[in-house]
C-alpha cells in the first residue's frame, strides 16, 4: 500500500460546478498537509497548508483534514476553466518536511469545461 | 519578491556523464529541497539543506548529491547519468526548515 493515495483522474467537471479532490494516507505520523496545482511543464504552486484536523479557507479554495479517518480534501468552487491542472496533495510530519521531506501523492488530473 | 530560481530549465545529457543543476531560493530563504518527478512515480523526495548543512535524505542512490552555499543557493549532482534519470527535477524553497515549500519551474532532464 503506497503511503498517500490520490485518484488520478482526468475529473472533468463543467465550469461553474463545486469541484472535490481527495487523498488517503496510511501514515498517522502525518500532521501538515498541503494541496499544490502544477500547470503542464510548470512547477507545483501551494495552494493550501494546513496542520492537523479541521478546515481551512482561502477564496474559492477550502482545504479539509480528518485526521481519524487518515483522508484530506480540496474543495474548488465556482471552477474555472483556468483551474485546469494537475492537483497534487502532499504530507509531512514535521511542517515543510522532516526524515523523509514532503510525501507526495500522483496528482488528480482536472479538467474544468467552458 | 522573485520566486524560486532553478537553471538551467532543459538539459540533454548522455549515460555516463555527469550534471549539475542550479537552485536560487525566494530572498530570505534558508532551506532548500530537491525533488524528482517522473511520469511514473510522481515527485520523489531527493534532499534537503538548511544553514549548509544536509538535513534530510530520501532513498536515492549515493550518485544524487547536493550541497549548499552561505547564500542558500544550492545545486545538485547526478554522477555516471542513468536513462532512468530522467525527469523535470524541482526545487523548493521554505523560510525554515519547518515552514511551506514553494517551488521553482524546475529543470527538465533528459538522459540519451
Known amino acids: 500500500q503506497k503511503e498517500v493515495e490520490q485518484d488520478p483522474g482526468p475529473l472533468s467537471v463543467p465550469e461553474g460546478a463545486i469541484v472535490s479532490l481527495n487523498c488517503t494516507y496510511s501514515n498517522s505520523a502525518f500532521q501538515y498537509f498541503m494541496w499544490y496545482r502544477q500547470y503542464s511543464r510548470k512547477g507545483p504552486e501551494l495552494l493550501m497548508y494546513?496542520?492537523?484536523?479541521g478546515n481551512k479557507e482561502d477564496g474559492r479554495f477550502t482545504a479539509q483534514v480528518d485526521k481519524s479517518s487518515k483522508y484530506i480534501s480540496l474543495f474548488i468552487r465556482d471552477s474555472q476553466p483556468s483551474d485546469s491542472a494537475t492537483y497534487l496533495c502532499?504530507?509531512?510530519?514535521?511542517?515543510?518536511?522532516?526524515?523523509?521531506?514532503?510525501?507526495f501523492g500522483k496528482g488528480t488530473h482536472l479538467i474544468i469545461q467552458p | 519578491k522573485a520566486g524560486v530560481t532553478q537553471t538551467p530549465r532543459y538539459l540533454i545529457k548522455t549515460r555516463g556523464q555527469q550534471v549539475t543543476l542550479s537552485c536560487s531560493p525566494i530572498s530570505g530563504h534558508r532551506s532548500v529541497s530537491w525533488y524528482q518527478q517522473t511520469p511514473g512515480q510522481g515527485l520523489q523526495f531527493l534532499f534537503e539543506y538548511f544553514s549548509e548543512t544536509q538535513r534530510n535524505k530520501g532513498n536515492f542512490p549515493g550518485r544524487f548529491s547536493g550541497r549548499q552555499f552561505s547564500n542558500s543557493r544550492s545545486e545538485m549532482n547526478v554522477s555516471t547519468l542513468e536513462l532512468g534519470d530522467s525527469a523535470l527535477y524541482l526545487c523548493?524553497?521554505?523560510?525554515?526548515?519547518?515552514?511551506?515549500?514553494?517551488f521553482g519551474q524546475g529543470t527538465r532532464l533528459t538522459v540519451v
Open positions: 494546513t496542520y492537523s484536523s
Open positions: 502532499a504530507m509531512s510530519g514535521l511542517a515543510g518536511g522532516g526524515a523523509d521531506g514532503l510525501t
Open positions: 523548493a524553497s521554505s523560510l525554515a526548515i519547518r515552514t511551506e515549500a514553494f
